[in-house]
């Protein structure tokens, strides 16, 4: 569906940034702007699917496989 471009280390980076920002959620139970740890949820995304829309655009791809 998606084309990779989304390379080995961009993922590790985009998933522990997600799962960061997801556990600050659960965690600060009581901030007052706590909805905008929920923005995990696009890096965790975008990690897991090994594709980004936004690179896409912009036309930058960190994959080592070439097309």
Avoid: E, H, Q
């Amino acid at each position: 569906m998606f084309s990779k471009n989304v390379g080995k280390i961009d993922r590790i980076i985009r998933i522990v940034v997600g799962v960061a920002l997801l556990a600050g959620f659960v965690l600060n139970a009581d901030a007052s702007y706590r909805w905008l740890y929920l923005i995990g949820i696009v890096p965790l995304a975008t990690g897991l699917m090994n594709s980004c829309a936004l690179y896409s655009l912009i036309g930058i791809n960190t994959c080592n496989i070439k097309k």
